[in-house]
């Protein structure tokens, strides 16, 4: 679980962290303590922010605990405070991979790195090869598996191929630039 963006908005608000570094996640974690007296670990919390990815369900007392510190007495009662009804025709600012066409060239810049990449067809699937890369652990040549890049979100690659080895990647950063040519 993810928490929703309102409540992460209001995370941030009180505790007046911008997450945008580890330590903020431990910051977080000995605020709620000092404010409600009960512990959430810090990879909780990392977890519920999206800064590490685990499918692991969020249990009733972690929940509440952020409702409380959030000055509510359940999680229930924090959600139903919050308009979180479904959005239809939403702005994405999703750059979604299978929808460009081939040859499509696309820069991103996030932290202080800058990556281009062209829409290619490898092993039957659209994929993202390196052009070039500035201050990145990426190559010329390698070729990504990604579904999409999303402005403000990290760079979150199942597959990555260069040469014999496959392995995977995440960025640190969270994208800051999209330019399509």
Known sequence: MILNKQITEKLALKSGLNFDKAKDYDVLCDKIYASTKRTIGVNTIKRLMGYIVDDRKTNDY???????????????ELCGSLRIDSDWNYEDQSVYTEEMPVETKISVKYLNRMVTFSVIVF???KMLKVLEASNSSLCAGDILEVAHLRYGQPIEAKKVYRGDTIGNYKTNGELKEIVIT
């Not at 972690?62 to 999680?75: E, M, P």
């Open 123 to 125: 092993n039957g699937k």
């Open 62 to 76: 972690t929940l509440n605990t952020i409702a409380i510190y959030l000055g509510f007495k359940t999680w229930d």
